[in-house]
């Protein structure tokens, strides 16, 4: 199932979303109303969870607007308005749920499996790559030409990591930081050795080298 949360508060963008991913879900996240229409044109998603007050485009026209495009994807407006006009509001631009701030994250859980219920989404984790080779993040197993193959939990960290920001320059550095604990981080040597087992995998032209500078997974 895949999700995008659109929170403009760092922190609780980053405690939600990694409870989510706990959970066993995928999730892109964004900080802005204009990146969240890009993602949402752009994506297929199985579920939004939105905050209100965001910059540039609020949560409610973000919703109206996909809604008047006819994508009825469920949403869950996560938002410190709690007034009942504000309810009014949400859900006259087509929310499906309404959590008030401040939450516990298992309430969220809670209020996602209601509209896995409700809309009878099942949990699928697959990640096409490409038109031979799809990735389940959860399992850690890629599937090749009807073929599985299984990859380390770290090594699969990566690969997620990587197809998160498709074609954007990643750098040992940003992936240590983002995946690891500073104090249980790997050396380089170690990250460039994941990197190149995923490369024997998958193939060689979905992850580009760029020396000196780090490396780009690549859209085919």
């Known amino acids: 199932m895949k999700i995008l949360l659109l929170e403009d508060d760092v922190l609780l963008n ?15 996240v964004c900080f802005d109303g204009y990146e969240a229409q890009d993602k949402a044109y752009s994506n297929k998603y199985d579920l939004y969870v939105l905050d209100v007050n965001v910059p540039n485009l609020n949560g409610f026209e973000f919703l109206k607007d996909l809604r008047s ?14 007034t009942a006009s504000d ?16 939450f516990e994250l298992e309430e969220l859980s809670l209020r996602i499996n209601n509209i ?22 959860i399992s ?9 193959i299984h990859i380390s939990k770290k090594e699969a960290m990566v690969l997620n990591y990587f197809i998160k920001h498709t074609n954007q320059v990643i750098s040992i550095s940003e ?8 104090e249980n ?4 040597a170690t990250i460039r050795t994941y990197i190149k087992n995923i490369r024997n995998n998958i ?12 490396y780009r997974f690549n859209k085919i």
Not at 70 to 82: D, R
Not at 118 to 130: M, P
Not at 185 to 188: G, S
């Open 87 to 102: 309810m009014q509001d949400g859900f006259a631009s087509g929310a499906d749920d309404f959590i008030k701030k401040p």
């Open 116 to 137: 896995k219920r409700l809309y009878k989404i099942e949990d699928t984790n697959t990640i096409q790559i490409s038109s031979n080779i799809s990735f389940d993040p």
């Open 175 to 182: 992936i240590c930081a983002n995946i690891w604990e500073y």
């Open 140 to 148: 850690n197993d890629l599937l090749k030409d009807d073929e599985i």
């Open 203 to 214: 193939g060689e032209e979905f992850i580009t080298n760029l020396k000196g500078v780090g």
């Open 69 to 82: 495009n006819k994508n009825n994807t469920p949403a869950i407006f996560v938002t410190s308005l709690h």
């Open 185 to 188: 981080a790997p050396t380089d």
């Open 14 to 28: 980053e405690l939600i979303s990694e409870h989510l991913e706990e959970d066993g879900y995928i999730v892109d």
